[in-house]
Nanobody
Framework: QVQLVESGGGLVQPGGSLRLSCAASGSNFNKYTMGWYRQTPGKQRELVAGIGSGGGTAYITSVKGRFTISRDNAKNTVYLQMNSLKPEDTAVYYC?????????WGQGTQVTVSS
């Protein structure tokens, strides 16, 4: 069982930066594939970025070059550094942990990009 707690969301102006954190409880964090998803009202949740247990990363096209996902296995934490934020990045961001067909989600953190 894994519990995930996100933090770091907030209101930022276009072009600004935020860093989201996701702290995980439980064991074997280093074995989990971790991901950041986002969701806006009326739309399906979409995968923004993922990082495997070996450190390999993947991003959706719209955030490549602007967002960076990373993990610190010693701290059981995954991060999402978001730069050059755009209004269309506004969403609730969720942390996800996946291992052996088991899926875990955090409660979400709101990111609002607006002037």
């Amino acid at each position: 069982q894994v519990q995930l707690v996100e933090s770091g969301g907030g209101l930022v102006q276009p072009g600004g930066s935020l860093r989201l954190s996701c702290a995980a409880s439980g064991s074997n964090f280093n074995k989990y594939t971790m991901g950041w998803y986002r969701q806006t009202p009326g739309k399906q949740r979409e995968l923004v970025a993922g990082i495997g247990s070996g450190g390999g990363t993947a991003y959706i096209t719209s955030v490549k070059g602007r967002f960076t996902i990373s993990r610190d296995n010693a701290k059981n934490t995954v991060y999402l550094q978001m730069n050059s934020l755009k209004p269309e990045d506004t969403a609730v961001y969720y942390c996800n942990a996946y291992l052996d067909q088991s899926d875990y989600w955090g409660q979400g953190t709101q990111v609002t990009v607006s002037s």
